[in-house]
């Protein structure tokens, strides 16, 4: 009998971070195995560093949701995509003519210039937070407006307040929600998107979404395929930024010599980051492929038609490279993690993750050095049911 993998599974590990030691026992002693999916069908569940980036970059397992045999992660999990196919679910030429349209806006340079104008939304944020008085929740009166703000700012659309994103970029990635609640999300997330594009037709702005809406009038884009492309970008820049400040705020909480440390020495700041996304691995659903062609990945035959599931949290705590995995150290040599993915579908916001995470740790330091969990850690609330981890609520004193 096959393991049924489930994402939701209990992270009973020493601490809240540590992968679910079931997955763990699966890399150590069986590293590409079969699971069951929640929907009784199978899987090669690949769970080393080494075999995650060779199925991630091998050209005979596809990223295409419309291959034959592509596994679905959870009863919602195609919502983003179903209606308006995206580069991210696209193999080949397909994929890289849509990605190519987009990496100049999230280049290294492009978010350094961008860096002010985040800082602003960051002070703004903590002027808010200490105009009232303690407790604040990290989470809402942080985290989340920070990744929709940032969001707005680079697509260029209007930042109609949190509640458009709480009603729809969070319910998206929550696969379990129920089916009528994921498709108002997904419906409202498209009229929202069809109808900033009918006023940039009437005036045209400034932003990611403007660009994209040039190539509809120059006969390059269809309309869907950018409502496709700003979906992905939209959701997929959101949820995983909010969950990956508060969980890394988290983390830092929880590892005090640590966070006393990077209060020290700012220059921990940039290697503790690439520290913080290995530790955190929030994408803990695996990620979907299927094999196009007969390939081999660990040693395993897998063969056409048979799905894939590359699993990041245990390939970041993997042994063969990381001394003492589970020990979160800002001050680690090795920081080739794979939280953003690996390969041509490796993530299009890892360098506005980056300094907006910069920015936060540094602006928090700096402005609320005294900033604290307010309650125990052992009480801080896990979610693990949607696709991204994260905390629901961190709550914080100064
Ligand atoms: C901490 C935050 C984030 C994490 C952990 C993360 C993680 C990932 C991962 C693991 C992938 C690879 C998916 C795959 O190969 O199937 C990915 C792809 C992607 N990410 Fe991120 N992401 C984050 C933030 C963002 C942001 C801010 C954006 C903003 C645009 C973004 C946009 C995308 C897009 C569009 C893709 C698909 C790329 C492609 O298929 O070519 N992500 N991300």
Redo the contacts with the bound molecule.
């Keep these: 009998m096959t393991m049924v993998f489930d994402y939701r599974a209990d992270r009973d590990g020493k601490t809240p971070f540590d992968p679910p030691p079931r997955y763990e026992d699966l890399r150590d002693e069986h590293p590409v195995s079969q699971v069951t999916m929640w929907d009784g069908s199978k899987a090669w569940f690949i769970t080393r560093q080494d075999d995650v980036r060779a199925a991630?970059a091998d050209e005979r397992i596809s990223?295409d949701n419309r291959s034959p045999g592509f596994p679905l992660v959870s009863p919602g999990s195609e919502v983003l995509t179903e209606s308006n196919p995206t580069?991210?679910r696209m193999d080949g030429p397909e994929?890289a003519r849509q990605?190519a349209m987009v990496n100049g806006d999230?280049t290294h340079k492009s978010m350094v210039q961008l860096q002010p104008q985040i800082q602003q939304i960051v002070d703004g944020l903590v002027d808010e937070m200490l105009t009232k008085s303690p407790p604040a929740d990290l989470v809402a009166e942080f985290a989340e407006p920070l990744a929709a703000q940032v969001?707005c700012l680079i697509l260029g659309i209007p930042y109609k307040g949190q509640d458009f994103f709480q009603r729809v970029a969070s319910t998206i990635p929550n696969h379990y929600a129920d089916q009528e609640k994921l498709d108002t999300a997904s419906a409202e997330l498209t009229q929202f998107i069809a109808d900033v594009l009918d006023s940039e037709a009437k005036r045209p702005g400034d932003g990611v979404l403007s660009r994209l809406a040039e190539r509809e009038g120059s006969g390059e884009l269809t309309r869907d395929d950018i409502i496709g492309m700003a979906r992905?970008?939209l959701v997929?820049?959101y949820g995983?930024?909010a969950n990956?400040t508060a969980l890394g705020m988290a983390a830092l909480f929880y590892h005090p010599a640590q966070l006393a440390a990077l209060r020290d020495d700012p220059a921990l700041i940039p290697g503790g980051i690439d520290e913080l996304?290995r530790y955190l691995t929030?994408?803990h659903t695996g990620?979907p492929r299927v094999a196009i062609s007969d390939t081999e990945i660990g040693g395993q035959r897998i063969r056409a038609g048979e799905a894939v599931l590359c699993y990041?949290p245990t390939a970041n705590f993997d042994p063969e490279w990381f001394e003492s995995p589970e020990t979160f150290d800002l001050r680690r040599k090795n920081r080739g993690n794979v939280?953003?993915?690996y390969g041509?579908?490796?993530?299009?916001?890892?360098n506005?993750?980056r300094i907006q995470m910069k920015v936060t740790i540094e602006t928090l330091n700096r402005r609320i050095p005294n900033l604290r969990l307010a309650i125990d850690r052992d009480q801080i609330p896990f979610r693990k049911d949607a696709a991204v981890y994260g905390v629901s609520e961190l709550p914080v004193s100064w």
């Design positions: 991630l990223a580069f991210a994929h990605r999230f969001m992905v970008m997929a820049g995983p930024t990956a996304l929030n994408f990620l990041l939280s953003f993915g041509l579908h490796r993530c299009l916001g890892q506005l993750v």
